[in-house]
């Protein structure tokens, strides 16, 4: 999917909080303008092939009108109570053929039984109602906010939980998969995907799909290192999703409408995630109208003129391609340049390093190469580099380590006939079905 939308959307829209504290007043919630299809055409537009909203934050406030608490739109005067921002976001993501995914925070500093049993139960009613009423959901969003102070029901206190047990987390999302078996739960392990380990869009330059999970669990210090990187010989796969702000906030904040990230910023956001090899999450909070603000809009629509500038002609079609090493003619390098996913190029089972070269009949000025493994079998590539034959020599361009779903690699802008990609360690036989170069 590449790049999916985030949307934080709730009472801290208009306490002009990042995190409520669990006592505002459901009377606050009155977004008069609210536009989902405004919402979803912009992020289309833009690019993103799914959206995840914030329908419960830590505040506990929901943004369905849900049976099991009156701490929801329920109580509020927008639509005289009688409104559901999750289904006319749903229904929305529906028609225009976006994906749409759900953030329910476990921790809840309204509920008054957080931190003892009788809130699991809670909690899992409400996944129960999500689940049940607004399918098809793909993905799950949860983090490693838990416990500390809060309103708990009218009692200002503090409350700690055990956050590697309180949650039972394998019974909780096997409730969840009985609805959809094929969920994509993101937390900082996964269990479908995990935290790229900061909210900054970098992924790490070297980035495995692979972690073991087995000691892990949401809200553990100390991880973001494994996280950003990823483990090599990891018992899991676990791809990392770089979640990351349009503005400084996550909530809507009038004071950062002129902080809205630029469309060159968030092109190297995209470079850092998307370009090694993780799924963009980035966040675009609407504001107290209930609509996209039109800054952001404007970002948005500057960045998907960049991307599309940059990456609408893959001058690597236009080339001859040949391989140090082939499979066979079915897995021959030429699979590599035709524009097609589905096939892919491969050398024998005992070749860890192997080189391919492009060539143009005429000089070719390019900025960026861009690599795909056939992730569908591994991934499998350590280190490579690439270099652009210049002045009757190769040229060193870039390096990297691993490649896994997409890599892009940016140097400075210079003219060649000739590329060459060398894989120089790949923990079995390379399989790759993209060389592009723009």
């Known amino acids: 999917m590449e790049m999916n939308a985030f949307v934080h959307f709730s009472i801290n829209t208009f306490t002009d909080k990042e995190w409520g504290f669990g006592d505002e007043s459901p009377s606050l919630f009155n977004p008069a303008a609210f536009d989902a299809n405004q919402w979803v055409e912009t992020f289309e537009k833009a690019g993103f092939k799914g959206v995840i909203l914030t329908c419960k934050h830590h505040d506990g406030f929901c943004l369905w009108p849900s049976a099991f608490s009156e701490h929801s739109i329920k109580a509020s005067p927008w639509r005289d109570g009688k409104g559901d921002i999750v289904r006319e976001l749903a229904e ?22 957080y931190g003892t049993p009788e809130y699991i139960t809670y909690y899992r009613n409400q996944l129960n109602e999500l689940f049940t009423s607004y399918s098809p959901l793909f993905e799950m969003w949860f983090d490693g906010a838990n416990g500390g102070d809060g309103y708990y029901g009218g009692a200002r206190t503090r409350r700690s939980i055990d956050g590697s047990n309180y949650y039972d987390w394998p019974a909780t999302l096997d409730i969840v998969r009985k609805h959809n078996p094929d969920i994509i739960f993101f937390s900082d392990a996964g269990p479908g995907v995990r935290w790229v380990g900061n909210e900054r869009g970098i992924a790490g330059e070297t980035n495995w799909c692979t972690i073991t999970p087995d000691t892990l669990y949401a809200g553990k210090p100390g991880l973001e290192s494994l996280l950003n990187k990823g483990s090599e010989g990891g018992t899991h796969w676990i791809p990392a999703e770089t979640d990351v702000s349009i503005r400084p906030g996550w909530f809507y904040h009038q004071r950062e409408d002129s902080l809205v990230k630029s469309p060159e910023r968030l092109f190297e956001i995209f470079l850092t995630s998307v370009g090694r090899g993780s799924t963009l999450l980035l966040n675009i909070p609407p504001d107290r109208r209930g609509l996209i603000h039109e800054n952001d809009v404007s970002s948005l629509m500057g960045f998907r003129r960049i991307l599309d500038s940059t990456f609408g002609i893959d001058l690597a079609l236009e080339t001859t391609i040949t391989s140090q090493d082939n499979r066979s003619k079915k897995y021959h390098a030429d699979n590599l340049i035709d524009d097609d996913e589905s096939t892919y190029w491969a050398t024998e089972d005992n070749v860890a390093q192997t080189s391919l070269e492009l060539a143009w009949e005429a000089g070719q000025r390019i900025s960026y190469v861009v690599l795909q493994e056939y992730i569908q079998l591994g991934q499998r590539i350590r280190s490579f580099a690439i270099s652009a034959w210049v002045g009757g020599e190769w040229k060193e361009i870039a390096r990297g380590t691993t490649v896994g779903y997409k890599r892009i690699l940016k140097f400075d802008p210079i003219t060649t006939q000739k590329i060459r990609l060398q894989i120089l360690d790949s923990r079995a036989c390379p399989v790759m079905h993209t060389f592009s170069v723009y």
């Open 92 to 113: 929305a993501c529906k028609r225009r053929g976006l994906r749409f995914g759900v953030y329910v925070s476990p921790w809840d500093r309204n509920h008054r039984d």
